[in-house]
């Protein structure tokens, strides 16, 4: 019992003093061993050495920065915010961060679903910055008058005051999105969902039920195949990813506890378009599907769901005329896009944007009719100025002497401006192989015919098919990251900048933008199919697909995770998955 008790006085010492560096101790005791680990802050100063303001003299000095939500954007944000000048009110209906792209993981028992979470009180107490946070929903965003509406997601004991409103000076909008049923009959009633911790728990405890429910001596056989047929609905990364790791669940696990059903086991992997596996290069799609014809998993491409019930999915069949088929299902999950939330729609159609998808913001974030508002992640989506918009006050800002033409040097002085301005001209030279921007005058007439100056249309033409690559971000985690960490940086530096601009020209004004804009930088993207296999498109056009791909994939999913207590308990489950196999109790 001393034992014990020395390792209880330990641990209350690594949580009462998290100042100390961070420290590993194993300690033996009776055979056994004990591990004891903290995190140590080494911003964070002792309050004896801090001064003292009075709550007035933090209200006047300190801008209020509402945060809505605790996902990847929002989180990103929190963790990289570093000035103190700020007072940080966080807001969300969940309490903790999600690692989101180990959740099918969770719904075949592969990792536990708290070794993917992490307490958002956790990551704000390690801050410098004063944050507060409420486990609470937004209800509503009056922009007008900088408040927000919200109501509490603890409903006991708080006599009617569920409902209150915070004001802000900032307002972060990072709430994420919903799934996109497209309006489907049945969807929401009979479907499951992965976008959340909670949804991946029901997603395990079903299938350990069609399971339980197909041994019972009862059912018939014709039941049986029903009960253990599992449709996922959309070729994406998810429904892939899920498809891959439930297969791998039944064949290596489940089939060992339930010898008398698994011939019976199917599932079937249904897409609308052509091919699974999209947004990959073509030789991972053909790999995919390859692998999944091998494995037994029924992949059916150009069949678009259009309803489901209790126990059918009805599909058309678009390469066969849009005939309808019907197929019989135990459980069925849906991961087919995104859709926004209620009350960002109703914050659209308040600053003029209730005829778009999601909410727009300009290359620096800001919501496009509110200048103290700014959106991140699935919820939003950048709206790119086109050049051609701009081209006549472009080359106005570039022609210096007024002459109507621009010589070669006044044409240089503004391509840097221009190419951080607009990342569509570069996209443009990478796809046409040029190396920068002079390149492009060589297809307009006067300069190819050897003149030294470039007329308005001639600058037109040079940059007339710029705007062709203009593409819209896609919604993951790692686009959602990046714009948390950017729009922090800005923060950081805010007042800074405001007398220091460090952004491009602003063509249409004067002086330059405070900021350079938001660019996304990609890292690559996985897709995990089963059977210890992986494929790998990182930067550069890089293809992996294999076992080495795979302990890639674990590697930098360790990496990622936001503390050292998740990397060690998701290496864990790993561990104990390889040993032991997957947890197949219903819990």
């Not at 000095?61 to 940080?88: H, I």
């Not at 994420?176 to 969902?193: D, K, S």
């Not at 971000?473 to 805010?494: D, S």
């Not at 491009?504 to 089963?530: D, I, M, S, T, V």
């Amino acid at each position: 019992m001393r034992g014990f008790a020395f390792f209880d006085r330990v641990s209350r010492a690594f949580h009462d003093y998290p100042s100390v560096p961070k420290v590993l101790v194993v300690v033996a005791v009776s055979g056994c061993g004990l591990v004891a680990y903290a995190e140590a802050n080494p911003e964070r100063k002792l309050a004896s050495s801090a001064p003292v303001l009075t709550s007035a003299e933090v209200d006047n000095k300190k801008k209020k920065v509402v945060v809505l939500g605790t996902g990847w954007a929002g989180t990103s944000f929190l963790r990289n915010l570093k000035n103190p000048d700020y007072e940080v009110h966080v807001i969300s209906p969940r309490n903790y961060f999600a690692f989101t792209p180990l959740l099918p993981s969770v719904t075949c028992g592969t990792v536990e679903a708290r070794s993917i979470v992490e307490p958002i009180r956790n990551i704000a107490r390690k801050k410098t910055v004063d944050v507060q946070f409420s486990e609470a929903a937004c209800l509503k965003i009056d922009a007008v008058n900088q408040k927000i509406y919200c109501r509490s997601n603890v409903e006991n004991n708080l006599n009617g005051q569920e409902e209150f409103v915070v004001d802000y000076d900032y307002l972060i909008v990072a709430v994420g999105a919903n799934v996109n049923t497209f309006n489907t009959p049945g969807v929401v009633e009979n479907c499951h969902f992965l976008k959340e911790v909670e949804d991946a728990q029901k997603i395990r405890r079903t299938v350990i039920d069609c399971f339980e429910r197909a041994s019972l001596p009862t059912v018939s056989d014709e039941e049986k195949k029903r009960i253990l047929h599992f449709a996922v609905v959309g070729g994406g990364p998810t429904g892939v990813e899920f498809a891959a790791a439930l297969h791998d669940f039944v064949n290596e696990d489940l089939v060992k506890l339930y010898p008398g059903v698994k011939d019976l086991v199917k599932i079937t992997l249904l897409e609308a378009g052509d091919h699974i596996l999209n947004m990959f290069d073509k030789r991972i799609t053909a790999f995919a599907e390859e692998k999944f014809q091998r494995d037994g998993i029924n992949v059916k491409t150009g069949s678009m769901v259009v309803k489901v019930t209790e126990k059918e999915i009805f599909t058309k069949e678009l390469k066969n005329g849009g005939e309808v088929s019907t197929v019989p299902y135990g459980m069925a999950l849906w991961s087919t896009g995104v859709g926004t939330r209620p009350f960002i729609k109703d914050f659209m159609s308040q600053v003029g944007q209730a005829n778009r998808r999601v909410l727009a913001t300009d290359e620096w974030l800001r919501v496009e009719g509110c200048d103290k508002v700014y959106a991140i992640g699935d919820c939003a989506t950048i709206n790119q100025r086109k050049v051609m918009e701009d081209i006549a006050a472009i080359f106005r800002k570039a022609d210096k002497d007024n002459s109507g033409t621009l010589t070669v040097e006044e044409y240089k002085a503004v391509i840097n401006d221009i190419c951080e301005r607009y990342p569509q001209v570069q996209l443009y030279l990478k796809s046409k192989q040029m190396k920068n921007m002079v390149d492009l005058l060589k297809e307009t007439p006067d300069v190819s015919k050897g003149s030294a100056e470039l007329n308005i249309e001639d600058f037109k033409i040079a940059l007339s098919k710029v705007d062709s690559q203009m593409k819209n971000l896609p919604a993951t985690g790692q686009v959602a990251a990046q714009q948390g960490v950017y729009l922090a940086k800005c923060f950081n530096r805010m007042e800074d900048c405001e007398k220091n601009p460090e952004g491009p020209l602003r063509f249409r004004g004067e002086g330059r933008h405070r900021f350079r804009p938001f660019r996304y930088k990609h890292l690559g993207q996985f897709a995990p199919l089963g059977g210890e296999q992986t494929a790998a498109q990182l930067p550069g056009d890089w293809v992996s697909i294999g076992h080495s791909s795979q302990w890639l994939w674990y590697s930098v999913y360790t990496s990622k995770q936001v503390s050292w207590r998740n990397r060690a308990l998701v290496v864990t489950d790993w561990v104990r998955r390889f040993i032991w196999g997957r947890d197949s109790s219903r819990i």
